[in-house]
């Protein structure tokens, strides 16, 4: 009889950062300027509701969103002018009514058309691309008390990609800003079974 030997498989894990829990907002608001005053710079926070501030607590830019969109809708307009000029007067000008090949006023219709679809799909990308999305897992997800920051707790989160991350200097600092709960925050990475799609 052949006997089977079992070895034991270690898991493979990644860290990415390191997550502290709070209870309210001010403490939550104070860890963050806190963590941003020591130069951390790949910080995020988890709420169950908008915080106001929170965005100036961890030292988050303004987005370049409406930019992106203010250069999308423009170029909607120079193309629908340019389209309806060219159709007009040079590739098929055809009188009607003696009215003017060029008429801004007829070509409103459509400008405002294509400003509104390019300002639109750039809104839409564009908040996709800064983002990082499509995401379709965090890495947060593996620890389980992180399900109450759609509840009643707050969390404060440190990339392990930040240029000054010591995972003790981290913990340290997490531990004086009064966190109620501090954890290095790991993936699993072993081999998966990847599910066959249904339909």
């Known amino acids: 009889m052949d006997q089977k030997t079992m070895s034991e498989t270690k898991i493979e894990t990644t860290v990415h950062g390191m997550m502290a829990e709070f209870t309210t907002v001010d403490s939550l608001l104070s860890a963050c300027r806190r963590v941003r005053d020591a130069g951390y710079t790949k910080t995020d926070a988890y709420t169950p509701f908008a915080v106001h501030g929170i965005d ?3 030292g988050i830019k303004p987005t370049i969103l409406p930019w992106i969109c203010l250069i999308a809708g423009a170029t ?3 193309i629908a002018l340019t389209m309806q ?7 098929y000008p055809y009188i009607i009514s003696g009215k003017p090949f060029l008429s801004l006023p007829a070509f409103i219709p459509v ?12 809104a839409f990308f564009g908040m996709w691309a800064l983002n990082g999305l499509p995401k379709f897992s965090n890495p947060m997800f593996t620890d389980p008390r992180f399900d109450r920051a759609t509840d009643d707790r707050f969390f404060l989160y ?4 930040d240029d000054r ?6 913990r340290s600092l997490l531990a004086d800003t009064g966190s109620d709960y501090i954890n290095e925050v790991v993936e699993d990475d072993s081999p998966k079974n990847v599910p066959k799609l249904v339909f």
């Open 56 to 58: 100036k607590a961890l």
């Open 76 to 78: 909607g307009t120079c």
């Open 85 to 91: 000029i060219w159709m007009n007067t040079i590739n």
């Open 111 to 122: 400008a405002f058309e294509l400003t509104i679809l390019l300002a639109s799909f750039g």
């Open 158 to 161: 440190i990339d392990a990609k």
């Open 165 to 170: 991350y010591d995972a003790q200097g981290v």
